[in-house]
Nanobody, 120 residues
Framework: VQLQASGGGSVQAGGSLRLSCAAS????????MGWFRQAPGKQRELVAR???????TYADSAQGPFNISRDLDKNTVTLEMKSLQREDTAVYYC???????????????WGQGTQVTVSS
């Protein structure tokens, strides 16, 4: 499975961005799709996650201004971010937890990361 993230960029505080992550390759099943971010000098943290059933989970900081959605037909997961603030500046990574034959639980795949920069 290969993941291709896109949609990062630079915006002013209060602006919006839309990140997309498209998967290719053979996918037997999906447990969850999510977005993480890593700011300079900080650990990677969960932003939002959505299960294959469509149930979303958000970090406290993302609750409200961010919305995660998935399209299982197109194998994509999208993160719409509104009211961006400087503290949202980070490299954003998509991660898919997929089912693979012979592997118990999930196998995790990561996208290459896309930079989001918010300026005041």
């Amino acid at each position: 499975v290969q993941l291709q993230a896109s949609g990062g960029g630079s915006v002013q505080a209060g602006g919006s961005l839309r990140l997309s992550c498209a998967a290719s390759g053979r996918i037997f099943g999906i447990n969850s799709m999510g977005w993480f971010r890593q700011a300079p000098g900080k650990q990677r943290e969960l932003v939002a996650r959505v299960t294959s059933y469509g149930s979303p989970t958000y970090a406290d900081s993302a609750q409200g201004p961010f919305n995660i959605s998935r399209d299982l037909d197109k194998n994509t997961v999208t993160l719409e971010m509104k009211s961006l603030q400087r503290e949202d500046t980070a490299v954003y990574y998509c991660k898919w937890a997929v089912v693979e034959p012979g592997h118990p639980g999930s196998v995790n795949y990561w996208g290459q990361g896309t930079q989001v920069t918010v300026s005041s």
